[in-house]
């Protein structure tokens, strides 16, 4: 699973403009820690609606930051809880997603610092 954003698609968009870049990381790591501990507590309750609400919300954020496959499997969980599964399979889905997207923080961090 790819952890390490990969900011083409920010370099292109904002013509590699660090400070809006800067802007967009800082921005995830503020918002994507209450999502994650969200999906927690939809993990936690079984809670397939929510799990499948925070897998939609969080798609586009991973595909501006260029974290694609993580974007892929919340499509996939998303997908599942849409055609109504309500499997424990996407439970351990769910976790895995959640457990990767934490580990993405360093990485994001550290990008935060190497454009410093």
Not at 74 to 84: P, W
Not at 89 to 109: E, G, N, R, V
């Amino acid at each position: 699973m790819q952890l390490v954003p990969d900011l083409t698609f920010l370099k292109q968009i904002s013509d590699n403009d660090m400070d809006f870049i800067k802007d967009v990381l800082a921005t995830f790591l503020d918002e994507m820690p209450k999502d994650m501990e969200a999906l927690n507590t939809a993990i936690e309750h079984e809670n397939f609606t929510d799990i499948g609400k925070i897998a939609h919300k969080t798609k586009s954020t991973l595909q501006t930051i260029g974290l694609l496959e993580l974007k892929e499997l919340a499509l996939t969980i998303e997908q599942a809880i849409k055609k109504g599964s309500t499997e424990p399979m996407l439970l351990d889905q769910a976790k895995s997603f959640q457990q990767h997207i934490t580990q993405t923080y360093p990485h994001i961090q550290q990008q935060i610092n190497l454009s410093n």
